[in-house]
C-alpha cells in the first residue's frame, strides 16, 4: 500500500502569518499535484510537480517536489482568510496509475 | 483547465431506493474517471476507477452490486446507489483524468450530496 502522509492534520492560524504543508511517502511519485477544496465543493487543482527538486510558484503560494520525489511541501505566505480550506496533496506512481491521496491538512485562516 | 460537471449536486431518496450520479467532461473526452466518497472533514476515499467501454475497476471493500458504474461515453460516467440505506449517505465527487503537458491530471466535479433517509 503506498501512504502518503500529510502533515500538520489541522492548522489555525491569524491573518499575515506563513504556514507549511508537508506530504511524505516512501514512495517514488512521477508526479504529484496539490488540490484545495472548501467545504460541499469538489477539489480545485493547484498544482502539479513532476521533477525532482522542483520549485513552483502561484501568487503566494509556493510548491516543492523533493530531489528523489517521495516528499513535497505547500508554503503559504502571509496567509488570508481566502486561504481557507482543506488542502490535498496526491501522488501517481506510474503514469497511467490511480493517486493516492493525503489524510489532507484542514487550514483556517483568522482575520 | 478542464471542466468537470456533476448532476445532481444534491440528492434526497428513501431508504431503499435507487440513485443515479452522473459525472461528464465537459470540454475534453476522459478514457478514465474515477468515483471517490468522502466523510466530512476527511481526505477522499477511492471507490472505483471508470474505464470507458470496459467494466470499473473497484477498490477493496467496496460493493460492485451496490455501486454500479457505467462509463458508456468518453463524457459521461454514471454511478448508481443500489437500494441505499442511512449509511450510505455521504458527499460523492468524480474525477476526470486528462494527459497535459507530458503528465495525467485529475479534474474534479463539484461533488454531490447524497442524503438517504
Known amino acids: 500500500t503506498q501512504l502518503l502522509e500529510q502533515s500538520p492534520q489541522f492548522l489555525s492560524i491569524q491573518e499575515g502569518e506563513n504556514l507549511t504543508v508537508y506530504c511524505n511517502s516512501s514512495?517514488?511519485?512521477?508526479?504529484l499535484q496539490w488540490y484545495r477544496q472548501e467545504p460541499g465543493e469538489g477539489p480545485v487543482l493547484l498544482v502539479t510537480?513532476?521533477?525532482?527538486?522542483e520549485v513552483k510558484k502561484l501568487k503566494r503560494l509556493t510548491f516543492q517536489f523533493g530531489d528523489a520525489r517521495k516528499d513535497s511541501s505547500l508554503h503559504i505566505t502571509a496567509a488570508q482568510p481566502g486561504d481557507t480550506g482543506l488542502y490535498l496533496c496526491?501522488?501517481?506512481?506510474?503514469?497511467?496509475?490511480?493517486?493516492?491521496f493525503g489524510d489532507g491538512t484542514t487550514l483556517t485562516v483568522k482575520p | 483547465g478542464a471542466v468537470v460537471s456533476q448532476h445532481p449536486s444534491r440528492v434526497i431518496c428513501k431508504s431503499g431506493t435507487s440513485v443515479k450520479i452522473e459525472c461528464r467532461s465537459l470540454?475534453?473526452?476522459?478514457?478514465?474517471m474515477f468515483w471517490y466518497r468522502q466523510f466530512p472533514k476527511q481526505s477522499l476515499m477511492l471507490m472505483a476507477t471508470?474505464?470507458?467501454?470496459?467494466?470499473?475497476?473497484?477498490e477493496q471493500g467496496v460493493e460492485k452490486d451496490k455501486f454500479l458504474i457505467n462509463h458508456a461515453s468518453l463524457t459521461l460516467s454514471t454511478l448508481t446507489v443500489t437500494s441505499a440505506h442511512p449509511e450510505d449517505s455521504s458527499f460523492y465527487i468524480c474525477?476526470?483524468?486528462?494527459?497535459?503537458?507530458?503528465?495525467?491530471?485529475?479534474?474534479f466535479g463539484p461533488g454531490t450530496r447524497l442524503t438517504v433517509t
Open positions: 474525477s476526470a483524468r486528462v494527459w497535459d503537458r507530458g503528465t495525467y491530471e485529475q479534474y
Open positions: 510537480v513532476v521533477t525532482g527538486g
Open positions: 496526491a501522488g501517481v506512481v506510474t503514469n497511467a496509475g490511480k493517486s493516492t
Open positions: 514512495s517514488v511519485f512521477s508526479s
Open positions: 470540454d475534453f473526452q476522459a478514457t478514465t
Open positions: 471508470s474505464n470507458e467501454g470496459s467494466k470499473a475497476t473497484y
